[in-house]
């Protein structure tokens, strides 16, 4: 009996606990911050998008626009070098393009839009023109899955700085016809350094990628549920198809511009 509990003191010591996918003493565990494994997953999911030249997918996005939400749905073609976008916009924006190629056409968007707006032809807007910013909280260069990882590693990496996170993780979570693991981090209160009340980051289980982003903002009263700030989903998700500089330009004859 003593050998048997020596044994299992023995396996609880230097066992291994896996926590989505990493593998992490438990020795190790206890002694670091809570958003450090949540980090190693996003590094995991960030090198597997990173490896990837162009994608096409579905892009849901909910926003906090000047004090009104703002839900956008649209087709995208993207490829990263050069960091390019071609975006056709469904819903109540069915039938708007937007394209925008690094290094080209002076910098700017070139958008199209449908309807009497159409007549004015295509307009050439920076990326952070009011206009284009009225609907967006982040400008088209920081748009894909790639970015908003980037974005979430800087932020993690700042608040694992202090001891307020709590970081849970679910399996088995459904989005679409894909199953996902989520990564949630909550923070108890509003602080400088921690933006948002809530974080959840949802990872594709067969291919690793993330997939969503969504960040709360904190109850403005007690009992009440925390905002939507931004929700990122990516659906239909396509990676390594085959991409050209025709994508992405003003005059291939399947867009209208």
Avoid at 132 to 161: A, D, Y
Wanted: net charge positive; charged share 25%; hydrophobic share 35%.
């Amino acid at each position: 009996m003593l050998t048997s509990r020596k044994s299992m003191v023995c396996l609880l010591v230097t066992g291994l606990l896996t926590v989505a996918g990493v593998e992490l003493s438990v020795a190790e565990e206890a002694k670091q911050h809570p958003l450090i494994p949540a980090l190693r997953v996003l590094e995991q999911s960030l090198k597997k998008i990173e490896a990837i030249p162009a994608y096409r997918a579905t892009v849901t996005k909910t926003e906090r626009v000047n004090d009104r939400m703002v839900t956008q749905k649209m087709k995208i073609k993207f490829r990263r070098e050069p960091f390019s976008v071609y975006l056709y916009f469904l819903g109540d924006y069915e039938g708007r393009e937007v394209i925008y190629v690094e290094g080209s056409n002076n910098g700017k968007l070139l958008v199209h839009e449908t309807g009497l707006a159409s007549f004015a032809g295509t307009l050439r807007l920076a990326p952070n023109d009011s206009l284009v910013m009225s609907e967006n909280r982040h400008p088209i260069t920081e748009l894909g899955i790639e970015k908003f990882l980037l974005v979430l590693r800087k932020q993690w990496i700042e608040q694992s700085k202090y001891t307020e996170s709590s970081v849970k993780y679910f399996r088995n979570a459904k989005l679409g016809g894909m199953t996902c693991r989520r990564i949630v981090v909550t923070h108890p209160r509003p602080r400088r350094q921690f933006p948002f009340h809530k974080t959840v980051l949802w990872i594709d289980d067969e291919s690793g990628l993330a997939v969503r982003l969504q960040q709360f903002g904190f109850a403005v009263r007690s009992g009440a549920d925390p905002p939507i700030v931004e929700d990122y989903t990516y659906t239909d998700l396509r990676p390594n198809v085959r991409i050209s500089d025709r994508d992405f330009d003003e005059n291939n004859p399947k867009y209208n511009y």
